[in-house]
């Protein structure tokens, strides 16, 4: 955390020396001071993020680096807010005296045009010198900061703390503490829960299968089992009969690749009873892993290296293991999934670990805490207050065992349990069994890179059990800084890989993933929440105030907070309390806003503002204080009443993201024009209710929109006012998704000239005027090639012939489509094709999805097709498919033909069916032995 914050601080020093301050020499020189000073301690930082401990002199020095990081930060903000409202007003005045003039001397025109353009060269000298001493008060702050770096870097050398990442050093003092891992060698099976079934998967692995060399990786987050569940597979008298060598290596987070060398060697010598090399000790990385490798050759062996942590852990030493078709096995426990890609020239399985279900993790509380294998053996009195305790150990074995073991060891009264259950977050941190677990957990925190470490910590602000979308925390992190530039990707698609980079390292859980493959929503493990609130709130990271919680982090008077979280209820913040240093501001499940936000005294101090979340909060009106924000970058007014933007929001010259998603605004001022820097523009309201309707509510926008030239994302622009306005699309050349409104028939000409230049296009969404409005897409030549998503709502009288060239399509939805030719045919070819819905989409009797047809469909959906008879699916089409639903079809005689071949169909769900055809579907009716194979029959 330390060296992101600094990290980020020379990123916006390099910006300002390049694009601010490259007229004041004297400011420049001594910015640039400070920057190569703050560089220079960078290599130290890294050391010290790294470490777990350290002792309080270093943790002093760590501290007063990050505080002058957010001081300079903070001068530097607070400098170009101030420069912007002299810009700003300078625009004001110019304004107000040009009209001014025209009207005193509308007379004298030409006299009035030269006097004004002299007047205006000295009222801009004149102001320019004004601005030159109002910038002076940045002078001595900025002598102040570099006085304050030349003290900091002077600490460094004078206590010689020296390089971290360089080894142990003594002025870093490690408490000791109890490592747990260590004791997953010694459990017995009878000590363990639930390891039955992915014990006997392991075993099939290690002993069936392929005889080339096989790697099993064994994944998961730290304490969740892997050590335990591979020591009893490799402890089986299967294994030990079947494999010749059978060696065990303990590879840990800091191993030195020659000791780990060294040791691999001695146990496989000992195991084959042949004698140790006399020069093993003296042997250098390269002789021994050529020995390794000689040694290894034609012989059957089972090697487990247990906490490997990373891709470049593994590639130091897999290419000892060569493949002889000895039928060797080789297992990986490890907490991070990258190892996989470097494991291509293997028989790789990937066994991904999961926490214990709710029975498991009861089973096991009870075992270790009550000493009985019987789940009713707790005390009733308790067991309210045990299952509270369970859950939030979140179905980690490491967890519940040291849990349970304390709670073994107290009273069995209400009072002493209620206080563990209440306080187990600071029972974790102090008691020093349960403060191993943390530590054991922490080093996944520890191992990550800076650039995660900030965006990690990010996670804090989202209340427990919160489900996290994923794009909204990749625009917090953009809007945050924590993102850096890489050549060729977008900061979208770089967050996005920081994400799939914590979910590799089992820092984040995957809740529900899109069509596609990619991650939807998260969730961060309840104990990782821990240790991310402590690490949050260690580096000053950021508040949060619960007014559900006893144990909230309470803002003391004085306390600089710079990320403020607000749950369930804002009373708790106290109006004396001074946020101008705040940075982010989050409402979660808020109903009530209390005084100090309704009359504007609150936001008009939050002047360095860059993120402001207030999704669902109970705000009616536009405050006219937010666009006072000049930092903002992320702005989220989500699920709230609000119904207009104010044309002042042009002042927000640096927002990124503007969310008016499930509100009431429905047209955008103009001066929505002048964010030049907005990537993502979210204006529209689904129209929920009983029935299915054509329209939802998108926006009217102005007819230059198509500047925003940065944008990414435009959802849902109301199109109806003319060709003018979707011309002007066609500069949106960085689009990735695109939804257009009321969209009419003569318009389809112009709209598909626009999206050829669209090639980054990746989502489509297009909905005509009204029901019977025709969509004319035909003149599109070449279409977006890495198109992945598309949407058509409204009448089509024959399927674009573009579609069946879009091979990376993964969802198609077709509605109110009325077509008279059965669109199956120019679909079924479609290589990515994952998910297909129909509505309102064939006019015709038979639908059929012909042999070979549609390989990789796994969700199908036929919706109100009105004059539907029937349904054929020959075999070998539709062999991946798992979920059919078919709603209001009905004229539809009988279930599909052919539904019997579709093996892989996990789920039949029929909605609003005729009578006689459900009876059919009924144990004794006509088609009930065609769909008894489906597990899941639902008839709603």
Not at 538 to 563: A, C, L, W
């Amino acid at each position: 955390m330390a060296e992101s914050a600094v990290n980020f601080l020379l990123d916006k020093l390099e910006d300002l020396i390049d694009e601010k301050l490259h007229h004041f020499g004297g400011v420049e020189k001594e910015i640039k001071y400070i920057r190569n000073e703050l560089a220079s301690m960078r290599v130290f930082l890294r050391g010290a993020d790294a470490g777990e401990e350290m002792n309080q002199t270093v943790k002093d020095w760590v501290k007063q680096l990050i505080d002058l990081a957010h001081y300079i930060e903070d001068v530097l903000d607070e400098y170009m807010f101030q420069l912007a409202q002299q810009q700003q007003q300078q625009e004001e005045e110019e304004e107000e005296e040009e009209e001014e003039e025209k009207e005193q001397q509308r007379q004298h025109q030409l006299l009035v045009f030269l006097q004004g353009i002299v007047f205006s060269f000295f009222q801009k000298v004149t102001l320019s010198i004004k601005q030159l001493i109002g910038r002076h008060p940045i002078f001595p702050q900025i002598l102040e900061i570099k006085a304050t770096v030349d003290e900091i870097s002077q600490r460094l050398q004078r206590f010689n703390f020296g390089r971290l990442d360089q080894g142990p050093n003594s002025n870093f003092a490690s408490d000791t503490w109890y490592d747990l891992r260590g004791d997953s060698l010694l459990l017995e099976e009878a000590d363990l829960v639930g390891i039955d079934k992915p014990k006997k998967e392991i075993i099939e692995f290690l002993v069936k299968g392929s005889p080339r060399l096989g790697v099993l990786l064994v994944v998961g987050m730290g304490g969740v089992g892997k050590t335990s569940l591979v020591k009893q597979a490799f402890d089986d008298r299967r294994v030990k009969v079947y494999f010749n060598i059978h060696i065990w290596i303990s590879v840990s987070q800091s191993f030195k690749l020659d000791e780990l060398l060294k040791d691999m060697m001695r146990q496989l010598c000992e195991e084959s009873k042949e004698p140790v090399p006399q020069r093993l000790d003296g042997m250098k990385e390269t002789e021994l892993k050529l020995a390794l490798k000689e040694f290894l050759k034609q012989k059957r062996y089972v090697i487990v290296l247990d906490d490997m942590w990373s891709k470049f852990d593994w590639d130091s030493i897999r290419h000892i293991f060569i493949d002889c078709n000895c039928k060797s096995r080789i297992i990986v426990t490890t907490r991070s999934d990258d190892i996989a890609a470097s494991c291509n020239n293997y028989f790789v399985q990937t066994y991904r670990l999961q926490p214990l279900c709710e029975k498991e993790s009861w089973t096991l509380f009870c075992k270790k805490t009550f000493w009985s294998v019987d789940e009713n053996n707790c005390p009733p009195q308790l067991e309210k207050l045990s299952r509270s305790i369970v859950r939030k150990c979140g179905g980690l074995p490491l967890a519940i065992v040291t849990v349970g073991g304390v709670l073994s060891t107290k009273q069995r009264t209400l009072t002493e349990w209620e206080m563990f259950d209440r306080s187990l977050g600071g029972e974790l941190q102090n008691d020093d069994r349960l403060r191993s677990v943390m530590k054991i957990l922490s080093l996944s925190y520890n191992d990550l890179p800076y650039h995660l470490k900030s965006g990690f910590l990010c996670l804090s602000i989202f209340p427990e059990d919160e489900s996290i979308e994923t794009m909204r925390l990749i625009r917090i992190w953009m809007a945050e800084g924590f993102i850096q530039r890489r050549q060729g990707k977008t900061l979208e698609e770089v967050g996005e890989s920081y994400l799939y980079e914590l979910v590799n390292r089992s820092l984040i859980q995957v809740t529900e993933t899109t069509y596609d493959g990619r991650i939807k929503t998260c969730r961060v493990h309840d104990l990782i929440r821990k240790i991310i609130l402590l690490k949050a709130k260690d580096q000053n990271f950021g508040t949060i105030i619960d007014g559900d919680d006893d144990e909230q982090d309470i803002i003391m008077v004085g306390k600089i907070t710079r990320r403020l979280s607000i749950h369930n209820s804002c009373q708790e913040v106290a109006p004396e309390q001074n946020f101008t240093h705040l940075r982010s501001l989050f409402m979660f499940r808020v109903d009530t806003l209390s005084n100090i936000y309704r009359n504007g005294a609150f936001f008009s101090s939050l002047k360095l503002l860059k993120v402001l979340d207030l999704r669902v909060a109970p705000l009616e009106e536009f405050p006219e204080e937010f666009t006072n924000f000049f930092h903002l970058r992320y702005l989220s007014l989500r699920k709230t009443m609000v119904k207009e933007i104010p044309n002042s929001i042009k002042k927000l010259q640096n927002l990124e993201t503007l969310d008016l998603k499930q509100t009431y605004v429905s047209e955008l001022p103009i001066g929505i024009l002048d964010l030049h820097k907005l990537r993502h523009l979210l204006v529209y309201r689904y129209n929920f209710g009983p029935h299915v309707v054509f329209h939802h509510q998108g926006f009217k926008a102005p007819s230059g929109i198509g500047n925003l030239e940065s944008l990414q994302k435009l959802c849902y622009i109301d199109v109806s006012t003319g060709s003018d306005l979707i011309t002007t699309l066609g500069r949106l050349v960085q689009l990735r998704r695109l939804g257009i409104h009321k969209l009419k028939r003569e318009d389809g000409v112009n709209l598909c000239s626009s999206m050829e230049n669209m090639n980054c296009l990746q989502s489509l969404s297009i909905s005509a005027i009204e029901e019977g409005e025709i969509l004319d897409l035909q003149f599109l030549s070449s279409p977006p090639p890495f198109l992945r998503t598309l949407l058509l709502k409204g009448r089509l009288e024959k399927l674009p012939h573009w579609i069946p060239s879009l091979h990376n399509l993964c969802l198609m939805d077709l509605r109110w489509s009325k077509m008279k030719d059965d669109p199956l045919e120019a679909l079924k070819c479609l290589p990515q094709l994952k998910r297909l819905n129909l509505m309102h989409a064939y006019d015709g009797e038979q639908l059929c999805f012909q042999s070979g047809g549609f390989q990789k469909l796994e969700n199908l959906g036929l919706e109100r097709l009105e004059r539907l008879r029937m349904v054929t699916i020959e075999e070998a089409a539709l062999p991946q498919l798992e979920n059919l639903y078919i709603s209001g079809c009905e004229m539809l005689e009988n279930a599909p033909l052919g539904i019997e071949h579709l093996n892989e169909l996990k789920m039949l769900l029929f909605l609003e069916m005729p009578n006689e055809f459900k009876g059919r579907l009924r144990p004794r009716g006509n088609d009930h032995h065609r769909i008894e194979h489906i597990p899941i029959l639902l008839i709603l």
